[in-house]
């Protein structure tokens, strides 16, 4: 056991990012995501737990688009967490805003106080035809209709690694632990790790004069770390 | 008279929550019906480990169910007339899995793993119950939360925040 | 036995008893099925992670594919591998749902109810070969025989050749849509001509300071988008003490062009022009290396600033920023890309483009332009090289005439994928027989007689040589991670097996029992080389490794550098686009553009893929029209509004997207939607672009110019909404202060 | 003092205006009995037909309730980001309703505002109904409803209480309370009046009555608890009352969500709930005067009365909507202020503008003594303000939900036929239990009247005649 609790953080290096979906995708298949096709998507009920914003600025000729990759920000102070009347989602001692789908009662209550508007909810049955239902991860819960779902850092990911470290004897290294957008991520946009650890990757970037958090004015203190784009890091 | 039915129909109702209780209880305790009816009564008192038939506790979530390959290392010779064991070689020869009915089951949400509990020094026996004196095999407690939380929430204060947490089984 | 019948009672009453007081608890039975014997790798609920290559687009990355129970799990890059580190993109992500789809056909089937008509009839295997081997026996003459390939395993491709060749017929020909886009075809063109080798350079991105991409879509569609975007991260933020700074020209503000440092909205078929003025600008005024120079001043001899000027419609004073930017940096590179490809003047285009490398010396140094080093494994560098449209238009001839009386079909949709004006469809209805190895019922399997389907990439066996390779040469194995879900056969076997029956000639060049063996005797050539990240004492333990690795590459990065030394020394054509359409009733040039989750249309089947927004609309499940607010305000439409899309070869209609990154006079169009067979997931949903596409290729190059036509736009009056995930009210701000 | 003893004034108007009023017209007690037992046992057709349309609509409500659980919340046209809708806006809306009859019954009662007697016992019906409707929302928007008894603090072994952080918590709390508070104070002041009844009819009314009358038989000893009980109850329920409301606007007062975050919302809720109660209650005993000819009992002077309190609470309402707003409105926060742009001139605008009109023009409407003292106006009037109110909480609800600080994730929002058939479930359902109510209880509280009768009289002093009150409570 660690003397001290790791705090996640993820680091989203936007000077990096390219909006190439890879994390969408990545995370749909790791989290056992359902797609809830054209129709719900129109209703504005889609279900990715990391979905890439865009945005505008300027006009057309002098026009330029940013990507914002946006997940569930792990806030130390989440606006979620006190609302929720069955302690369904809740904070954990490695600072994850953790979502216990199988206490969740669909209040829908934390997804109306999130600012962040990154839990998404269960409004129909999924469904998974013969024989996709194969794809599906057994290490996630497979969500039914009527709850809260969203971001976790995959902590299967994280538990599976920490498992298997300590059942060597020892802990975890800097980046072995990588959620599945991490993993992926074509550009190495996305850096996950221990903030507590002051060698770690992610502490180092932290650091950078480039880092702010999404609605920082909020004061929800979140766990996911934005680098600005388009400036060096000198 | 009427007052009679009343209270007629309050003890009714009564005995059949109870009844009902005590069934539910007898359910989950209950043997499931094995297509074969293994022993493991006899194999243990044969002097077999646990861990010979149920290989990865050690190294992995589950315990593992043996291969009907590794049940016929032994049956290959060993009691061969008997017509439970016929019915396993038979299995064997056309190359069917045996649909064995689990006796120990969590619901999909939870996720437990065999590994650390093992890692922390817990015997079979501590959730399995005296496996060795089983004729036909049974859960002896009922896994609920609040079973695993006996346990989980008694530990020293640096552990007692990850066991305790909901993350710790729940993903 | 009586106690034991008394106890089933027992459970059956109170089973009963606790339904009926209404407190049936969680009470179930789930059987637990052992394996019979074992797999020795398998450790019950542990994971095994198998090393394969993924096969969604030509580009080859390496794939570990994690398998739990038998059941594969989870796609992820793998690590190890030259080519794509760790990393993977959405399509490959989403390869585990080519595998689990539910509408894959499950054994050979014969269309039975005639082509079209969507009713098959299962045949087994034996039956199959024997109507196949039968068809090949019965032609009058081996070159009536036609396979027509799209993305091929490259041992597949071995195969067929070998087989086509000893059977007396002609080589197969490649084409799918998605290597048309990026243009490969004409890429490996250029190449050849420039450097000497049919092959895709590779740009060393990662230490690029200035990148020039004149439409290459490199960290989308184009080539070998993951390696790419690893490599543009590095750029970005892994360079020492600096930043890449990158440069786009294309008319649509793509995915790739946000994250440049600066877009630069391009007339179609004018990228050309602006290579050749910049070129001359840093010639003229002797900018950068001016000693480099020298060799190439020929090229430049006429070409006037001022006239490329006005016909890129860029001002001279931007153009002589860009020269000073590109010449001034110490490792700059112009990447001519598959948008320069699909214009008519694509190839001089592209050589203009490339020639900018030559005249800053950047052919073959750090940050500049390489070619993939063979090493070792030239004995596996036979890929297939995707053929031009013109190659296919050939074959499109042959069948409208009846020289073809047995069509095979590989891993291309040809009816979607061409444009309607190429007459595919028509040609493929005067083709007597015609044999898809399709695992879908897709636009061109529905229209064959006989559909073996061959296993999907995931529990079939190949390897794949990385084009456009990594720095270190490597060979990709790709092996089973599942066992085949249905009753498919590989199509390399299927080969093998008719080869067989037909003995002679046939049976001798194809003696290997089946592709497995195949590959092992290719892939032990390997073995012994010292060259290698690994080696094992036998050849059987190499083919172990060879598995377990995901491939063969080298210890250490070989460079390879482009022999320039053979340069034409003659000035670059200056060559005007031609579009079809005329300019006064279709106003506005087509811009069909790959979809970056959809691709060519061959992802569209996939349900993570359909829900995967587009990056820069955030659209998903659908086709839309991009317009510029300008022309859309000219027309009169708004967002979600439905317009009619007219070319002179087709029309298509879909709802608007207002693009505030489009020129005005482009009418951008992702390609992927509009099947009209594909299962149940891409069936009737949008519509292709393609099909409005004019058949007019580009005579350097002979492929097809797919962003020369012109089109109109009608509005319709009806609205549609697009599945957005983007709030439209939100207008695309990051914040409202 | 016995009827025999009131002296007849024919001459004299100002008497007989008196006499009016205090209901102390020639009528014995049990003809005040009679009058008000008469119309329970009328039922026309048209009565059995209203009875019929309305269980057909409640049917369907719940069908639809039942197609909510089963396919899930998406049946709904809540999204993201307006994970709330038309539920939690009727919710909202009911609990307002069910203020009125405590404002009537208790604080009136409190005040000894003598002109609430006849009209307690339906606001006071009005409150229990109001908050069973409203009750029913938090589980038709649970998703997993078939889970609700997880908020429910029982003792298990998973250690797991709910979450009484949550204000959701204090709701549940707080409606459950009032709901026990209102429906005692209900059947406290029904006790003598279920025994009048008892004693004047017969068969299985009898027998109902005779349950629950409680043994009333009339005592000074009875009579004496039943004051002061009725008082305790009159004091507890105020700050219960109070709080209920409060509560409810905790719900969104607590998030960051921009204009919900807001310290006036919880006395703007109350102030709103007391204004859209009262109009609530006019309409009604507009409605049940004229369905069960009650003329007698519920008249003129009882609606000019209620207009006033209809009136002061609109005014009330408006000052504490325009200190939310202007301060809101003047702070220019950028989400705040896209908000405010929404409603005032965006998507929300034909909903706000109905809102302001629907509650403004009764208000001014109301001044007029010609319209409190009319029905038909007093109807219109009422049922605007109850348009209005409605419309604020769908507003309150639904449109501040559909901005935030992330414009990416902005949305819009329309009711599906599962949410309005739920909705008219309820009001339906509201209206079948009033109107069953209405005919199986005495709808005027006799005992009420005929206290008052007793408190006041006219006496002659010499020539002149005087209305005199007594203290009797």
């Given at each position: 056991m660690a003397e001290i609790e790791p705090r996640w953080v993820l680091i989203v290096d936007l000077d990096r990012c390219t909006g190439c979906q890879a994390c969408v995708v990545a995370c749909q298949a790791e989290n056992n995501v359902?797609?809830?096709?054209?129709?719900?998507?129109?209703?504005?009920?889609?279900?990715?737990?990391?979905?890439?914003?865009?945005?505008?600025?300027?006009e057309y000729p002098n026009i330029k688009a940013r990507f914002m990759p946006v997940m569930c920000q792990q806030c130390t102070a989440a606006p979620c967490e006190p609302v929720c009347p069955v302690f369904a989602t809740y904070h954990t001692p490695e600072g994850l805003n953790a979502q216990i789908y199988n206490r969740c009662i669909g209040t829908r209550f934390c997804?109306?106080?999130?600012?962040?508007?990154?839990?998404?909810?269960?409004?129909?049955?999924?469904?998974?035809?013969?024989?996709?239902?194969?794809?599906?991860?057994?290490?996630?819960?497979?969500?039914?209709?009527?709850?809260?779902?969203?971001?976790?850092?995959?902590?299967?990911?994280?538990?599976?690694?920490?498992?298997?470290?300590?059942a060597q004897g020892r802990e975890p290294v800097d980046g072995e632990i990588q959620p599945a957008c991490v993993q992926t991520c074509p550009p190495d946009a996305l850096v996950f790790g221990d903030l507590n650890d002051p060698s770690s990757r992610v502490s180092q970037l932290a650091t950078s004069h480039r880092s702010f958090k999404l609605l920082g004015e909020l004061g929800t203190d979140p766990g996911v770390i934005y680098l600005k784009g388009g400036e060096t890091n000198v | 008279m009427k007052r009679f039915w009343l209270i007629g129909l309050f003890i009714l109702v009564v005995v059949g929550v109870i009844a009902g209780v005590i069934l539910t209880r007898v359910q989950v305790y209950a043997a499931p019906e094995q297509p074969i009816a293994y022993s493991h009564q006899v194999h243990v008192e044969a002097g077999i480990q646990c861990l010979f038939c149920h290989p990865s506790p050690l190294k992995s979530p589950l315990a593992g169910i043996p291969s009907v390959q590794k049940c016929m290392g032994c049956h290959n010779v060993i009691d061969t007339d008997n017509p439970e064991i016929q019915q396993v070689a038979s299995y064997y020869e056309s190359g069917e899995p045996i649909p064995w009915i689990r006796v120990n089951l969590q619901p999909d949400f939870v996720y437990f793993n065999h590994q650390p509990h093992l890692g922390a020094g817990l015997n079979c026996e501590t959730c399995h119950g005296d496996v060795g004196q089983m004729d036909v095999t049974r859960q002896t407690v009922k896994m609920d939360m609040g079973w695993c939380l006996d346990c989980h929430i008694n530990q020293s204060d640096e552990k007692v925040g990850r066991l305790a947490d909901c993350l710790a089984c729940h993903k | 036995m009586t106690k034991r019948v008394s106890r089933r009672d027992f459970l059956k009453l109170t089973a009963g008893a606790t339904v009926v007081t209404g407190l049936a608890p969680s009470v179930r039975r789930m059987v637990l099925e052992p394996y019979v014997q074992p797999p020795e790798e398998v450790l019950p609920g542990e994971a095994t992670w198998y090393a394969s290559t993924c096969r969604?687009?030509?580009?080859?990355?390496?794939?570990?594919?994690?398998?739990?129970?038998?059941?594969?799990k989870k796609i992820e890059g793998n690590p190890h591998h030259p080519l794509n580190q760790g990393k993977l993109c959405a399509r490959g992500q989403a390869g585990l749902q080519i595998l689990y789809n539910p509408d894959r056909l499950k054994n050979a089937v014969l269309q039975s109810g005639g082509r079209g008509s969507l009713k098959f009839e299962p045949l087994y295997w034996s039956e199959a070969l024997d109507i196949l081997v039968d068809k090949l026996e019965t032609l009058s003459n081996p070159n009536r025989v036609a396979f027509l390939g799209g993305l091929m395993p490259s041992h597949l491709y071995k195969l067929t050749t070998r087989f086509l060749s000893s059977f007396g017929s002609s080589s197969p020909i490649i084409y799918d849509l998605h290597s048309a886009l990026e243009g490969r075809n004409s890429t490996v063109q250029l190449s050849e001509s420039l450097f000497g080798s049919p092959e895709l350079p590779i740009y060393d991105l990662a230490n690029?300071?200035?990148?020039?991409?004149?439409?290459?879509?490199?960290?989308?569609?184009?080539?070998?988008?993951?390696s790419q975007s690893h490599a543009f991260g590095t750029m970005r933020q892994g360079q020492l003490g600096g930043r890449g700074f990158l440069v786009h020209f294309e008319p649509r503000l793509s995915a790739t062009a946000?994250?440049?440092?600066?877009?630069?909205?391009?007339?179609?078929?004018?990228?050309?022009?602006?290579?050749?003025?910049?070129?001359?600008?840093?010639?003229?005024?002797?900018?950068?290396?001016?000693?480099?120079?020298?060799?190439?001043?020929?090229?430049?001899?006429?070409?006037?600033?001022?006239?490329m000027a006005d016909a890129s419609q860029i001002p001279v004073e931007v153009l002589h920023r860009f020269a000073r930017i590109f010449a001034d940096a110490d490792q700059a590179i112009a990447i001519p890309g598959g948008g320069l490809a699909g214009q008519h003047n694509g190839g001089t285009s592209m050589l203009a483009v490339q020639a900018l490398n030559l005249l800053s010396a950047q052919i073959g140094r750090v940050g500049g332009v390489f070619l993939s080093q063979p090493g070792p494994t030239a004995g596996f560098r036979q890929n297939p090289n995707p053929g031009s449209f013109e190659n296919l238009s050939i074959l499109i001839e042959r069948m409208k005439s009846g020289e073809i009386d047995l069509l095979l079909i590989y891993g291309t949709n040809p009816v979607f994928e061409l444009p309607t004006s190429a007459g595919f469809a028509e040609a493929i209805a005067s083709v007597p027989y015609v044999i898809s190895f399709s695992q879908f019922v897709d636009e061109t399997a529905a229209r064959a007689d006989l559909i073996l389907p061959d296993h999907t990439y995931l529990e079939s066996w190949g390897y794949e040589v990385p084009a456009p390779g990594a720095a270190k040469p490597a060979v990709s194995s790709q092996q089973p991670v599942v066992r085949p879900l249905y009753d498919t056969r590989s199509t390399g076997d299927v080969l093998l097996a008719v080869a067989e029956r037909l003995g002679g000639q046939v049976a001798n060049a194809l003696p290997w029992s089946d592709e497995v063996d195949f590959l092992q005797e290719l892939a032990t050539e390997l073995h012994g080389s010292s060259l290698g990240a690994y080696d094992a004492k036998t050849p059987s333990s190499f083919w172990a490794l060879w598995r377990q690795y995901g491939g063969w590459w080298t210890e250490k990065e070989i460079p390879r550098e482009p022999d320039i030394s053979t340069i034409v020394q003659e000035p670059i054509p200056v060559s005007e686009p031609v579009f079809d359409g005329?300019?006064?009733?279709?106003?506005?040039?087509?811009?069909?553009?790959?979809?970056?989750?959809?691709?060519?249309?061959?992802?569209?089947?996939?349900?993570?893929?359909?829900?995967?927004?587009?990056?820069?609309?955030?659209?998903?499940?659908?086709t839309w029209v991009e317009l510029n607010p300008e022309t859309a305000s000219s027309l009169g439409v708004s967002e979600d509004d439905v317009v009619r899309v007219i070319s002179p070869h087709g029309e298509l209609e879909a709802p608007v997207v207002i693009y505030p990154g489009i020129r005005p006079d482009v009418v951008a169009i992702p390609v992927g939607q509009g099947h009209e067979q594909f299962g149940r997931f891409a069936e009737q949903r949008g519509s292709n672009p393609i099909a409005l596409v004019a058949s007019i290729t580009d005579p350097e190059t002979g492929s097809l110019a797919w962003g020369a036509t012109r089109v109109r736009i009608e509005p319709t009056g009806r609205k549609k909404s697009l599945a957005r995930l983007e709030s439209l009210a939100g207008e695309g701000r990051e914040s409202i202060g | 003092m016995s009827e025999s003893e009131v002296l007849a004034y024919p001459e004299d108007s100002s008497a007989a205006e008196f006499e009016d009023r205090l209901l102390l017209a020639?009528?014995?007690?049990?003809?005040?009995?009679?009058?008000?037992?008469?119309?329970?046992?009328?039922?026309?057709w048209k009565f059995w037909a209203l009875v019929i349309f309305l269980s057909l609509l409640v049917l369907w409500g719940l069908f639809a309730w039942g197609y909510l659980i089963y396919w899930g919340m998406g049946t709904a046209g809540i999204n993201r980001p307006v994970y709330w809708g038309f539920f939690i806006a009727t919710f909202v809306f009911w609990v307002g309703i069910s203020h009125a009859g405590t404002m009537i019954s208790a604080v009136l009662r409190l005040l000894k505002a003598d002109w609430r007697r006849p009209i307690t016992r339906g606001a006071e019906a009005m409150t229990a109904f109001a908050l069973m409707m409203a009750g029913l929302f938090p589980f038709i928007h649970l998703g997993r409803v078939w889970k609700f008894y997880w908020m429910l603090p029982y003792p298990n072994n998973r250690l797991m209480w709910p979450n009484f952080q949550s204000p959701l918590m204090w709701d549940m709390v707080a409606i459950f309370t009032y709901f026990i508070g209102s429906t005692l104070y209900l059947y406290l002041a029904l006790i003598p009046d279920l025994a009048m009844a008892r004693d004047h009819t017969g068969k299985w009314r009898q027998k109902l009555y005779r349950v629950l009358s409680l043994g009333w038989r009339g005592t000074e000893a009875e009579w004496h608890k039943l004051h002061r009980a009725l008082s305790i109850f009159s004091v507890a329920i105020i700050p219960i009352f109070l709080s209920v409301h409060s509560i409810v606007s905790w719900d969104f007062a607590v998030t960051i969500q921009p204009r919900w975050h807001s310290t006036i919302f919880a006395p703007y809720f109350v102030v709103g709930a007391i204004y859209s109660g009262l109009a609530a209650l006019a309409c009604i005993l507009v409605i049940v005067r004229k369905g069960m000819q009650l003329q007698e009992f519920l008249r003129s002077e009882h609606f000019d009365a209620l207009g006033k309190l209809v009136l002061v609470a609109g005014m009330a309402w408006v000052y504490f909507w325009f200190a939310g707003f202007i301060v809101e409105w003047y702070g220019n926060e950028p989400?705040?202020?896209?908000?405010?742009?929404?409603?005032?001139?965006?998507?929300?605008?034909?909903?706000?503008?109905?809102?302001?009109?629907?509650?403004?023009?009764?208000?001014?409407?109301?001044?007029?003594?010609?319209?409190?003292?009319?029905?038909?106006l007093l109807l219109v009037a009422t049922l605007l303000v109850n348009v209005g109110m409605f419309t604020e909480r769908v507003l309150i609800v639904v449109g501040n939900l559909q901005r935030n600080f992330m414009p990416f994730n902005w949305g819009e929002y329309s009711p599906t036929w599962v949410e309005v058939s739920i909705v008219v479930m309820t009001f339906a359902g509201f209206a079948l239990l009033y109107t069953i109510f209405s005919r199986i209880f005495p709808y005027v509280p006799v005992w009420e009247i005929k206290e008052g009768r007793l408190r006041y009289t006219v006496r002659r002093i010499g020539r002149l005649l005087v209305p005199t009150a007594a203290e009797i409570e």
């Open positions: 359902p797609t809830v096709g054209e129709h719900e998507t129109i209703e504005g009920r889609w279900l990715h737990w990391i979905h890439i914003e865009r945005y505008w600025e300027g997804g109306s106080a999130c600012p962040y508007k990154t839990r998404t909810y269960n409004w129909l049955r999924p469904e998974f035809p013969e024989p996709l239902h194969e794809q599906l991860n057994p290490d996630v819960t497979v969500r039914s209709r009527g709850l809260i779902e969203k971001c976790t850092f995959c902590v299967q990911r994280i538990r599976r690694i920490e498992i298997e470290a300590h | - | 969604l687009c030509p580009a080859g990355c390496g794939i570990i594919v994690r398998v739990i129970n038998g059941r594969a690029a300071e200035v990148i020039f991409s004149f439409g290459a879509n490199f960290l989308e569609t184009w080539m070998s988008p993951v946000a994250s440049a440092d600066e877009w630069i909205p391009i007339k179609p078929g004018a990228e050309g022009y602006v290579a050749l003025a910049i070129g001359r600008i840093i010639l003229e005024e002797r900018l950068g290396q001016a000693s480099s120079h020298r060799p190439y001043s020929i090229l430049y001899q006429n070409v006037d600033v001022q006239e005329e300019e006064n009733s279709y106003p506005y040039h087509l811009h069909p553009y790959p979809s970056i989750t959809l691709s060519d249309g061959r992802g569209a089947n996939l349900p993570w893929l359909q829900g995967a927004p587009d990056p820069m609309t955030t659209v998903c499940w659908g | 020639e009528r014995t007690s049990s003809e005040i009995n009679q009058a008000v037992l008469q119309p329970m046992f009328r039922t026309s989400v705040t202020r896209e908000l405010i742009h929404e409603e005032v001139a965006g998507s929300l605008a034909p909903l706000f503008y109905l809102q302001m009109s629907a509650n403004l023009i009764p208000i001014v409407m109301l001044i007029f003594k010609k319209v409190r003292t009319t029905p038909w």
